[in-house]
């Protein structure tokens, strides 16, 4: 590939980059570029190339200024850098496949940047945590190292991750002040202890990194089990003397009349004797005596205007609404309830959300089907098509209803969604 003029330090001339960039060099420059990349960009030791068509062997012949007839070759990169320098290309294999592009990336000094970016975020959380009282303590040294070995950090970049590991590291400091597993009397809101730790009320909330991290430090210092559920997690924060929101997400009822004599319960029984629907937070349920006649049959629907509707005609059935999904303060009333000898009835929406919930419910209160079975739901559908409701389709991946296996195959055989209003005059005589 010898050429009376040399390209110097500027860009490839234009006879010698069509030389370059012919097609029988094109395996040979991906080789050496993933070979330098690997290697520090180092045009070290040899590359073996496989299976060359005739197109590839005069192109290597060329380039390398030896013949190359057999199919497979062996490329000594030193040889192929000094023969690219003494050539029109007059410059390294490096130089050449940056000027080919795209750009070389080391890759060991990336590899080697990455490492000493996460052993500086050790080293930070290291610095941090011995400047608090916490250091003393075993359950601390357990901590940091569990968050080495879990990954979880590690896989976030370095600024998250120094950022996420010193607040969570002050948190727990704030929390236990003196190192111990019992805090200082002092009780913390969520809210604000995450606003005093990120700047943010949110900053704590379920599901953030941060508060993973501060659970598992809670866990540790009781020495107790990373809780799994929201129920769970709430009681570990208590342990640890903060008060997890517990007052914006509500469960609608209608109709409670418990039997106890708190002021509570008593006002439960004054709404559902004007015919008022009420919504209980979490902190109520936490501390309401709720016990209601054993055997009591509780109705549970998923739409609100059930519960509206039910209000709106003064029926006097116990009705707890899902408000399309089972959150936490759902299923703690329906515990509550369930603890004190109720049962239950279920009805939502014929949709496969609505079957999901619905299979949900019945499997963890052995539930009675309401108006939920496969008759049921032809009926409803028969009963929109003959007043002309426009219908909705039904979308998604079936869902088997486990307490009637007619009623998956109906509801794909007729391919119409209804929602539980459709119902609506049905389940109000069954409350009355």
């Known amino acids: 590939m010898s050429r009376p003029g040399r390209a110097g330090e500027g860009s490839l001339d234009a006879e010698t980059l069509a030389f370059l960039t012919r097609p029988g060099l094109t395996r040979l420059w991906t080789a050496a570029r993933a070979r330098l990349e690997r290697q520090g960009l180092q045009p070290t030791g040899t590359m073996r190339l496989q299976r060359l068509d005739a197109t590839e062997r005069e192109a290597l012949s060329l380039l390398l200024a030896r013949p190359v007839t057999g199919p497979t070759a062996t490329v000594s990169l030193p040889d192929l850098d000094a023969r690219l320098r003494a050539s029109a290309a007059g410059r390294g294999l490096a130089a050449t496949l940056e000027e080919l592009g795209p750009p070389l990336t080391d890759r060991r000094a990336v590899r080697d940047a990455a490492a000493t970016e996460r052993a500086r975020v050790w080293s930070t959380a290291r610095t941090e945590l011995e400047s608090t009282s916490l250091s003393s303590h075993p359950w601390t040294e357990q901590w940091l190292e569990d968050l080495r070995r879990g990954g979880t950090l590690t896989r976030q970049d370095p600024h998250t991750a120094t950022t996420v590991v010193t607040q969570a590291i002050r948190t727990l400091a704030t929390l236990f002040p003196d190192g111990e597993a019992h805090p200082a009397p002092a009780s913390w809101g969520r809210g604000e202890l995450a606003t005093r730790a990120t700047g943010s009320a949110h900053g704590l909330d379920d599901g953030t990194l941060l508060s993973r991290l501060v659970l598992r430090g809670i866990a540790l210092a009781h020495d107790t089990e990373f809780p799994t559920d929201a129920p769970a997690r709430r009681a570990l924060w208590r342990t640890a003397s903060v008060t997890p929101d517990e007052v914006s997400s509500t469960v609608l009822t209608h109709g409670l009349r418990p039997t106890g004599g708190t002021w509570q319960e008593a006002a439960l029984r004054e709404r559902a004797d004007h015919h008022r629907e009420t919504h209980l937070t979490l902190r109520e349920l936490r501390t309401l005596p709720l016990r209601l006649p054993p055997g009591t049959r509780v109705h549970v629907c998923e739409n609100p205007r ?36 109720c049962t239950f009835a279920y009805h939502g929406d014929f949709d496969w959300p609505g079957i999901t919930l619905a299979n949900r419910i019945t499997r963890r209160y052995a539930a009675e089907p309401w108006r939920m079975r496969a008759p049921d739901y032809e009926y409803l559908a028969t009963r929109t098509q003959l007043h002309g409701t426009p219908h909705l389709p039904l979308t998604g991946p079936p869902v088997e209803a486990t307490w009637d296996p007619e009623l998956a195959p109906a509801m794909e055989a007729l391919g119409i969604a209804l929602h539980e209003e459709a119902a609506l005059d049905l389940l109000l005589e069954d409350l009355d």
């Open 306 to 341: 059930v519960v509206e509707a039910a209000a709106d005609t003064a029926r006097t059935a116990p009705l707890v609404c899902t408000s399309g999904s089972a959150t936490t303060v759902v299923l703690t009333l329906l515990d509550t309830l369930a603890a004190s000898g």
